[in-house]
Every structure is written in structure tokens, then in C-alpha cells.
């Protein structure tokens, strides 16, 4: 059973940054695609920014140019940088690895933007 294991949500005023981790058990090369989603209170969860093993990367229209994904293969982590943080980005967020017959998710971390 592969683990992951995010870390970094807290709360933030707006505009600010935060940084999230999600550290997997397993080489995350061996994954097709790792990601970020959120899920704010009474919405569905949403793709926020994924990453295919060949290194081609995918934003959600609301978070491009704010966000970044990048990966460490030696570290087996992922990371999603998150500047200019606005209210709307309030959810929890939740790291996903999947391949074609695997789907696995963290227990999410909880980023609050509010003053």
C-alpha cells in the first residue's frame, strides 16, 4: 500500500505564499501521474495541477500563473509552490498518484487564506 503523506497547509492573509509537500512511500517515478486537488466545504474536488512521468504539466485555469508543481524523484516528493493566495484558494488539499489500475490519495492538509 503506497502512502502519502502531505505537510505545509496553515493559514495565510491574502497574497501570501505557502509551500505543500507530499512525500510517497514509493519511487514516484513508477506513477503515471502525481497531482494536487482541493476540496472546499460543499464543492466537489478539483484538479489544481498535475504532473505526467514525461514531465509535461497541467494547471487549472484559476491557479496559472500563481501556482507551480515540481517533483523530486530523489526525494520522492512532490510539491505544489502557491503564491498570491486568495480567499477562493481556501480547501483542503489533497495529493493524488495514479497510475492506469492504481489510484491512491493523502489525507489532505487544510489552506485557509483569510486577514
Known amino acids: 500500500q503506497v502512502q502519502l503523506v502531505e505537510s505545509g497547509g496553515g493559514l495565510v492573509q491574502p497574497g501570501g505564499s505557502l509551500r505543500l509537500s507530499c512525500a510517497s512511500s514509493?519511487?514516484?517515478?513508477?506513477?503515471?501521474?502525481m497531482g494536487w486537488y482541493r476540496q472546499a466545504p460543499g464543492n466537489q474536488r478539483d484538479l489544481v495541477a498535475t504532473?505526467?512521468?514525461?514531465?509535461?504539466?497541467n494547471y487549472a485555469d484559476s491557479v496559472k500563473g500563481r501556482f507551480t508543481i515540481s517533483r523530486d524523484i530523489a526525494k520522492n516528493t512532490v510539491y505544489l509552490q502557491m503564491n498570491s493566495l486568495k480567499p477562493e484558494d481556501t480547501a483542503v488539499y489533497y495529493c493524488?498518484?495514479?497510475?492506469?489500475?492504481?489510484?491512491?490519495w493523502g489525507q489532505g492538509t487544510q489552506v485557509t487564506v483569510s486577514s
Open positions: 504532473t505526467i512521468r514525461s514531465g509535461r504539466i
Open positions: 514509493r519511487n514516484i517515478f513508477t506513477f503515471d501521474t
Open positions: 493524488n498518484a495514479w497510475t492506469i489500475s492504481e489510484n491512491y
